[in-house]
């Protein structure tokens, strides 16, 4: 599924490790495609200007995981899963030269599928994030075990050689175990796209977004406000371009 590489790349896209892939033919049960992999990441962090904290460590002492993908003897069905772990070690100091460590341990799983024919296109995905912080200063950053959960169905038709309109639901809970109460706690995303080729190398994408839910939302990005304070039902509406050389 492409949503679940484009995932994959964002995370493993700068890593230093070993990967074994393959694809294996299941004669009348079709085929499936696999990748495996291990290793870590070096990133180069700046601190943050007006910050009271200065970047002393910022490790990732391992990523692995693997992805697989089983292609039915049905024209345009694919059925996939994925896994990653990955671990995140930091350590900050304060201007009165005390520091502060924190520790991130994550496990994300996806279950995936996508049915294409002619110029019918669906697509659905679902998985869940298991993250455990841990902290030497509770009070500066707190430790936290939670697991969130995201899903998605879309779909499309080419109308046209230049023409695709389309749909696309999106639910997020940030806690599984915390299903209802303020928007803060759910964000459900029911879009409409349109997107024109214009030709071989240049597309145009319209999006209107009808937003319920401030979940996914960044307060910093929004005065600073909570997200229990933010408006509940809200819009987006983007345009998109993109050219291929």
């Known amino acids: 599924m492409n949503s679940t590489r ?5 995370i493993r896209l700068p ?4 990967e074994l892939y393959g694809y294996v033919g299941l ?3 079709g085929a499936f495609d696999y990748r495996l992999f291990a290793g870590t990441i070096y990133l180069q962090l700046t601190d943050t200007p007006g910050s009271p904290y200065q970047v002393q460590r910022f490790s990732i002492p391992y990523v692995a995981g693997g992805r697989g993908f089983w292609e039915p003897p049905v024209d345009g069905l694919r059925v ?16 009165d030269g005390s520091t502060l460590a924190a520790d991130l341990s994550a496990i994300l799983w996806v279950v995936s599928a ?10 659905a995905e679902y998985s869940r994030w298991h993250t455990n912080t841990t ?14 959960e995201r899903g998605y169905v ?6 046209t050689p230049w023409f695709v309109p389309g749909l696309y639901y999106s639910l997020m809970f940030p806690h599984v175990s915390q299903r209802s109460g303020g928007p803060e706690f759910v964000q459900h ?3 409409a796209t349109l997107r024109f080729d214009v030709n071989a190398y240049w597309l145009v994408k319209l999006e209107g977004h009808y937003m319920h839910g401030t979940a996914g939302l960044t307060p910093a990005l929004n005065g600073n406000v909570p997200r229990s304070m933010l408006e509940s039902d809200w819009g987006l509406f983007l345009v998109k371009t993109t050219a291929y050389f």
């Open 154 to 159: 879309m779909g499309n038709y080419r109308f």
């Open 189 to 191: 995303d029911l879009a």
């Open 80 to 95: 996939g899963a994925s896994a990653e772990a990955l671990k995140l070690e930091t350590t900050l100091r304060a201007a």
């Open 27 to 29: 004669g009348a049960l």
């Open 6 to 10: 484009s995932a994959d790349r964002r």
């Open 135 to 148: 902290s030497s200063n509770v009070q500066v950053v707190p430790e936290n075990v939670s697991t969130s």
């Open 114 to 123: 996508e049915y294409a024919v002619h110029d019918l296109l669906v697509a």
């Open 15 to 18: 890593s230093t490790g070993a």
